[in-house]
């Protein structure tokens, strides 16, 4: 079974700028859930989709915004991009069921960087 | 609210020598408690997961955690370190219903 794939890996964009990222959850799985990581702030949740509904919502900005398709796909969308948003982004996905209750397998990240 | 401290934000070992890792946690109920591991440049990693079933828990690449509800803590531990287990350790608190919160980090690093 193919892993959970993020495109694309590594993304330059300037200022004010928007962005969209893109995951590809592992078949079968229904769960897609999205994550910074900067070295300031460590890990932090952004939303979780599950079957094309948002079910979850971390503490970023309206400029931070997702969605899911009927195939689970997800994509991520960053509107006017500021510096401190250069990061990398991580997208994780798991299985039908409760989130926290299951196990998130995780794909390599996009590395966005803001000049 | 549920929060994951990390006692050590880097842990050095030579190879060979047991690997300890802390973490401690805050929560209202009974959580999911994780471990993950990320590796330069790649993704993460599960290395093992406690749901209450058993209190020792064991992982893959000879990994192992202990939960103690008294101490609210689940260390990572690996009797003898290998090169390859240079990382960046996660240790993870989910309630049912609720998203992932990581703790900080920890960078384990092992000498030759």
């Known amino acids: 079974k193919a892993g959970v794939t993020q495109t694309p890996r590594y993304l330059i964009k300037t200022r004010g700028q928007q962005v969209t990222l893109s995951c590809s959850p592992i078949?079968?799985?229904?769960?897609v859930s999205w994550y910074q990581q900067t070295p300031g702030q460590g890990l932090q949740f952004l939303f979780e989709?599950?079957?094309?509904?948002?079910?979850n919502k971390g503490n970023f900005p309206g400029r931070f915004s997702g969605r899911q398709f009927s195939n689970s796909r997800s994509e991520m969308n960053v509107s006017t991009l500021e510096l401190g948003d250069s990061a990398l982004y991580l997208c994780?996905?798991?299985?039908?069921?409760?989130?926290?209750?299951?196990?998130?397998?995780f794909g390599a990240g996009t590395r966005l960087s803001v000049l | 609210a549920q929060s994951v401290t990390q006692l050590d934000s880097h842990v050095s070992v030579s190879e060979g020598t047991p690997v300890l890792l802390r973490c401690n946690y805050s929560s209202s109920y009974s959580p999911s408690l994780f471990w993950y591991v990320q590796h330069p440049n790649k993704g993460l990693q599960l290395l093992l997961k406690?749901?209450?079933?058993?209190?020792l828990v064991k992982g893959i690449n000879g990994f192992e955690a202990e939960f103690k509800k008294s101490e609210t803590s689940f260390h990572l531990t690996k009797p003898s370190a290998h090169m390859s287990d240079a990382a960046e350790y996660f240790c993870?608190?989910?309630?049912?219903?609720?998203?992932?919160?990581f703790g900080p980090g920890t960078r384990l690093s092992v000498l030759p």
């Open positions: 993870v608190v989910s309630l049912r219903g609720q998203n992932f919160v």
């Open positions: 989709y599950f079957s094309e509904t948002q079910r």
């Open positions: 994780a996905s798991s299985q039908d069921g409760r989130v926290g209750e299951n196990i998130q397998y």
């Open positions: 406690y749901t209450s079933a058993a209190t």
């Open positions: 078949s079968g799985h229904r769960s």
